[in-house]
């Protein structure tokens, strides 16, 4: 696994938790330039774009999650991190870390999963 994603559990609605994804050696050499995003797949739904951050940590959102989520990264540690804050129900799903770097080259994570229930 070139990408280990981490942090997810389960949470109530209005809660917040930290994604975080470590990436291995393997691809440790060219993480700082390459384009980093968190994608989601809830229950009988298709996988979807949530956030992402270039090598140059322009970060951009989908609708739903704008304002209530942020993706950062430390390229000193290799990692990218999810902050979800204010999550309702419909934030329920599994969350994967995808790496793409300059050459094309992609990497997904083994996915975390985050419930919110009540």
Same mark, same amino acid.
């Given at each position: 696994?070139?990408? #280990?994603?981490?942090?997810?559990?389960?949470? #109530?609605? &209005? &809660? *917040?938790?930290?994604?975080?994804?470590?990436?291995?050696?393997?691809?440790?050499? @060219? @993480? /700082?330039?390459? !384009?980093?995003? %968190?994608?989601? #797949?809830?229950? &009988?739904?298709?996988? +979807?774009?949530?956030? !992402?951050?270039?090598?140059?940590?322009?970060?951009?959102? *989908? $609708?739903?999650?704008?304002?209530?989520?942020?993706? *950062?990264? $430390? /390229?000193?540690?290799?990692?990218?991190?999810? #902050?979800? /804050? *204010?999550?309702?129900? +419909? $934030?329920?799903?599994?969350?994967?870390?995808?790496?793409?770097?300059? %050459?094309?080259? +992609?990497? %997904? &994570?083994?996915?975390?999963?985050?419930?919110?229930?009540?």
């Amino acid at each position: 696994v070139q990408l #280990q994603a981490s942090g997810g559990g389960l949470v #109530q609605p &209005g &809660g *917040s938790l930290r994604l975080s994804c470590l990436a291995s050696r393997a691809i440790s050499s @060219f @993480f /700082n330039p390459s !384009t980093l995003s %968190w994608y989601r #797949q809830a229950p &009988g739904k298709q996988r +979807e774009l949530v956030a !992402t951050i270039t090598g140059g940590s322009m970060s951009s959102y *989908s $609708d739903s999650v704008k304002g209530r989520l942020t993706i *950062s990264r $430390d /390229n000193a540690k290799k990692t990218v991190y999810l #902050q979800m /804050n *204010s999550l309702n129900l +419909e $934030d329920t799903a599994v969350y994967y870390c995808h790496l793409s770097s300059r %050459w094309g080259s +992609e990497y %997904w &994570g083994q996915g975390t999963l985050v419930t919110v229930s009540s």
